[in-house]
C-alpha cells in the first residue's frame, strides 16, 4: 500500500533475509571479514551468532549470492530439536543426497560419497546449518565426526553454524563438545547497529526500491529509532513499516517524532512493543577460566578475562561499549603485573635448581666412599622435581602471554570501533 503512495518499486523493509538490501554495518562488515577468514581456510567450523533479527540469515544470503557455484557446493539446513541421527539424515537431503536405507550408516556413507565427487570435480562443499541453539550435544559431535571426511590431507566439508547468543554459551560450557571448540576456527559475535548507523540504514533500503526523497524524515527519528529497537534490523524495519503505513494513510511526505510516538503508541496497544524493544539482559555472574574456552584453543573472543594462574581473575562477558578505557587499561596493567611475577618465579626455579645440582655435586664428591649411589640417586631426583616445576612455569608464562595478546586484540577492535576514542575523550 504505502510503496504506491511513495512511489517505491516495492516494499523495503521485509522482515525476510534478502541479499539485495544487505547494509554494512561495522558489525557486519567485521562478521564478513571474519567468514571471509574462515571460509578461505576450507576446514573445520565457522560460527556467527546474534541477537534475534540481527541479521545473520541476510548475511550468509548476501556472502553465498558472490560465491561461484562451479567452486563451492553449499547446502543450508534451518534445525529443530534434532538428535545426532536425525541430523546426518537431514544433511543429507540438504545437499540432495539420495539414501537408500533410513539408517544412519547409510546416509554417513552416501555423504561420504558425494562429498569425495564433490571434491573430484574441483568443488569445495560448504553446510550451513541455522537456528544452531536448538542442535542437541549429540548432532552437534556427528557434525564434527562429518568434518573428518577426507580425501588424502583435503578436509571435504566445512561447516558454518548460526546460533542466537545462547548457543554461544553451549559451546562456552560443555565439557562435551571440548572437541568441537578445537575445530573452531573463525568467530563472530553479530551485534546491534549504532546510533549513527541508523539512517544510512533506513536509506539504503528505501534507495533500493526507488526512493526519491519521498517521504523526508525529521533527523531526531533515527535516534529514536535507535532508542526503541536496540540498533536491531529486524526490530528497526518493523517499525519503519509501521510509520510508513501510517505516513500513507495519513497522506503525509515528511515522517516526524510525532508519527514515531504515534506507531510506539499502537504497537503497545498491539502488544507487539516487547517484539520490537531491545530486552535488557543481566550480564552472567563472572566463571572460572576453567569453564571457558582456552584463548589458545579457540577464537571465540566476546568472553573477556585475565588468567592470573595462582588466583584466576574473570571478567563477565559484558558489550564492548560498556567498558571504558581506564576499565580496559586496568584489566592490562594487572596481567602484565602477574606475568613478572610469573617471571620471577621462573627465574628463581632456574636459580634453585643450580643451586641444588651444584650442592648435590659437592656432596657426592666429598662421599663417594660413604654411599655415592645413594648421592647421584637423590641428586638426580632433585633435578627432575626442579626441572618439573620450570616446565609448569613456563607453561603457564605461555598461557599468559596468549592472554595478553587475546586482551590487546579485543582492546584495539573495541578502540577501532570508535567507542573507544569516545570513552577516552
Known sequence: MFDDFYGLDARPFQLTPDP????????????????????????GFV???????????????????????ARMTAANVVTSALDGEEIVHVVAQSFGIHVAGHDKASALGAIEVFLHEEARAGRRSLLIVDEAQN???????ELRMLSNFQLG??????????????????????????????????????????????????????????????????PSVFAEIHEATGGIPRRINQIVNRLLLLGAVDQRSHIDSAMLAQVMDELSDDG??????????????????????????????????????????????????????????????????????????????????????????????????????????ALQADLAQATAHTAKLEARLDEQSRTLRHTLTMLIEWIESGDGQRNVA
Request: negative net charge.
Open 153 to 218: 590431507s583435503q578436509p571435504l566439508l566445512q561447516t558454518l553454524l548460526l546460533g542466537q547468543p545462547e548457543f554461544r554459551g553451549t559451546l562456552l560450557e560443555s565439557d562435551q563438545l571440548e572437541q568441537l571448540r578445537q575445530r573452531v576456527i573463525a568467530t563472530h559475535h553479530l551485534g546491534a547497529m549504532q546510533a549513527r548507523e541508523i539512517q544510512p540504514y533506513i536509506e539504503h533500503r528505501l534507495t533500493c526500491v526507488g526512493w526519491q526523497g519521498n517521504p523526508s524524515f525529521e
Open 135 to 141: 542442535l542437541s550435544i549429540s548432532a552437534l559431535e
Open 272 to 377: 507487539a512493543l516487547a517484539l520490537v524493544s531491545p530486552q535488557v539482559q543481566p550480564v552472567e555472574a563472572a566463571r572460572a577460566p576453567a569453564e571457558m574456552f582456552s584463548p589458545a584453543a579457540s577464537p571465540l573472543g566476546n568472553v573477556q578475562y585475565a588468567a592470573s594462574f595462582e588466583h584466576p581473575v574473570a571478567v563477565a562477558a559484558v558489550p564492548s561499549d560498556a567498558i571504558n578505557a581506564a576499565a580496559a587499561i586496568e584489566l592490562i596493567e594487572a596481567a602484565l603485573a602477574d606475568r613478572d611475577t610469573q617471571i620471577g618465579k621462573l627465574q628463581s626455579a632456574m636459580v634453585e635448581l643450580a643451586a641444588a645440582a651444584e650442592a648435590r655435586e659437592e656432596a657426592a664428591a666429598a662421599h663417594v666412599d660413604q654411599g655415592e649411589s645413594e648421592a647421584i640417586a
Open 20 to 43: 539485495a538490501f544487505f547494509f554494512e554495518s561495522l558489525t557486519h562488515r567485521k562478521a564478513l571479514s571474519y567468514l571471509g577468514y574462515g571460509l578461505a581456510q576450507g576446514e
Open 47 to 69: 560460527v556467527i551468532t546474534g541477537e534475534v533479527g540481527a541479521g545473520k540469515s541476510t548475511l550468509v544470503a548476501y556472502l553465498m549470492a558472490t560465491i561461484d557455484p
